[in-house]
């Protein structure tokens, strides 16, 4: 519910005004010193929009690393690049897609959205929050500059296992760089996800419940946590093998009594509870953007938060199906891909409430809308995949071959990007006062989607065929297939080309967005559309006091 309203009878929508703030003097954020005022604020919003403009430009180098990858392999004798470059281009696509594209992006609309859905000025330590986005910066750099150094990251691959990211294989100075800029991105991760925790703990409006904040807040609140637990232990794997490369220690040496395995049990209790890390918030902009354009509230909102919390308590239960056939024993087999298929439980109390929310909604079909379709489809074809990847059987027939590779890109493609444009579209207006070009938007949906379907759903056919990944060059009778994931590879750079440039377009003419640009506020009933677009700095005149049910709208 909104503002000192009472809630409406069960099972009717919300059909009073919502409150509107005083207008603000601001129209937009104004701050002292130009560029420089900007890359020294504080403010929640201008961090947030830095994030995603840094998520933008790491997206320009992910794609062109993956392009290089695909040129390679778009026919199976190729020697566009040389078996070295190769491998540190796939290291390095992974690397930054992961650490400089998603986690940020997610990050910069966390920042930017959260403090202004739970009715806050700003986050609950301003500087750390800044310190949090300047720590990203240098990580970057160092992975981009372990591309110039003797040797490169060539070999170790993303995952960087032992022993190939030891010295006795990459005797080079890269990966000690590439472990570095881990160390900074998870510094970044862990400072983020403290003070997200604050700020929704002890910011919260006078009135607003647990249950009664958006999805949105209960993702990043989960993802924070999830944050907080899991990256330490990332942390250490890598310090573990700095070490090994460096001072002789032997953790990962079978020769010193060292166990490779143990760094492969470390790694995946973070890196799949990474997955959630890298999906939770795109859920919450997913349910947004569906009840929004459904011109209803979330259907089962309490079943949505506790699915959500199973999710995050469950992720660190099912690292193992990574390491079937890593020698673990018929026990832990068993377990692992018992609780996988368990995980899945939440996730379909999710896509029901999804579909529930569109049924018997007054639809529009936007951009942002068409997205979170979208998102729902890829995401069901990328988690049916992952219940096949935990049968045992299945699972070591296929294990390091293209189905894992397509089964990954339909849960983070299909799931965290899908999710990323569709809330794009739907909060961009708020954020800048402009809208994004529809016609523009409705190209680039459909180039991508095409796209991204031609690109990752033969890469089941050829991976059960037994195409292995991370490999230079492969069989003949794969190139014809090869070749049609290489155009779709095309077809993802085209949309993603039409994006920025919708971006930039759109920055370039004047604002013409009012409070609530998509006319929503009447269902939705929510803090962030009754506030002027894009907000004042201060966010709000007066600190909102919310009586009666809250919105659960965003």
Request: proline content about 6%.
């Amino acid at each position: 519910m909104s503002l000192l309203e009472t809630p409406p009878s069960s099972g009717s929508k919300a059909t009073r005004p919502a409150p509107q703030f005083p207008e603000s003097p601001h129209k937009a954020i104004r701050l002292p010193g130009g560029l420089l005022g900007i890359l020294g604020s504080t403010d929640h919003k201008v961090l947030g929009m830095l994030y995603l403009a840094l998520a933008l430009a790491g997206a320009v180098f992910g794609g062109a690393f993956a392009g290089a990858i695909r040129a390679q392999l778009s026919s199976f004798d190729n020697e566009v690049l040389s078996p070295e470059f190769y491998n540190s281009m796939v290291t390095m696509h992974a690397s930054v897609m992961i650490f400089v594209v998603i986690i940020p992006a997610l990050a910069g609309f966390g920042n930017y959205l959260v403090p202004i859905m739970i009715g806050a000025r700003d986050m609950a330590f301003p500087r750390l929050n800044a310190f949090s986005f300047w720590l990203l910066i240098p990580a970057g750099g160092l992975m981009a500059a372990s591309f110039f150094v003797q040797g490169g990251t060539a070999g170790a691959g993303w995952t960087a296992y032992p022993p190939l990211s030891l010295k006795e294989y990459s005797g080079g100075p890269g990966v000690d760089m590439w472990i570095l800029a881990v160390h900074l991105a998870g510094l970044s991760s862990i400072t983020g996800g403290i003070n997200f925790i604050v700020t929704i703990m002890n910011m919260r409006a006078p009135g607003m419940g647990l249950m009664k904040m958006p999805l949105f807040v209960w993702t990043w609140l989960v993802n924070a946590w999830l944050i907080l637990i899991g990256t330490p232990v990332l942390s250490g794997a890598v310090t573990m093998v700095l070490m090994d490369r460096g001072f002789g220690t032997g953790f990962f040496k079978p020769a010193l009594g060292g166990d490779p395995v143990l760094y492969q049990h470390l790694f995946w209790f973070y890196s799949h509870p990474a997955v959630y890390i890298m999906v939770l918030p795109a859920f919450g902009l997913i349910s947004h953007a569906l009840a929004a354009f459904s011109r209803k509230r979330i259907f089962g909102y309490t079943g949505m938060v506790w699915a959500v919390c199973a999710i995050g308590l469950l992720g660190f239960m099912v690292w193992g199906h990574h390491m079937f056939t890593a020698g673990i024993s018929a026990e832990l087999r068993l377990w692992f891909s018992f609780m996988t298929m368990v995980i899945a439980v939440p996730t379909g109390v999710k896509i029901w409430s999804w579909l529930a929310t569109v049924w018997g909604g007054t639809i529009r079909f936007t951009t942002s809308m068409k997205f979170a379709l979208g998102f729902i489809s890829l995401f069901v074809i990328g988690g049916i995949s992952g219940v096949w990847l935990a049968n045992v059987p299945i699972d070591v027939q296929v294990h390091d071959s293209y189905f894992v590779v397509a089964h990954f890109h339909y849960v983070l493609v299909g799931g965290s990007v899908m999710g990323l444009f569709a809330g794009t579209y739907l909060y961009f207006p708020k954020m800048s006062g402009r809208f994004l070009d529809e016609r523009i938007g409705n190209a680039v949906f459909w180039l991508f989607t095409i796209g991204m379907n031609t690109t990752f759903l033969p890469m089941h056919l050829v991976g059960v065929q037994g195409m292995a990944r991370r490999i230079w060059q492969y069989r003949e009778e794969f190139e014809a297939i090869n070749r049609v994931i290489s155009f779709g590879y095309l077809l993802m750079a085209a949309a993603g080309a039409l994006f920025i440039y919708s971006i930039i377009s759109s920055l370039l003419k004047p604002r013409t967005c009012g409070r609530d640009p998509w006319g929503i506020n009447d269902v939705q009933n929510s803090l962030i559309w009754s506030i002027p677009s894009p907000p004042p700095p201060y966010n709000f005149d007066t600190i909102p006091v919310l009586k009666g049910s809250s919105t659960t709208g965003g």
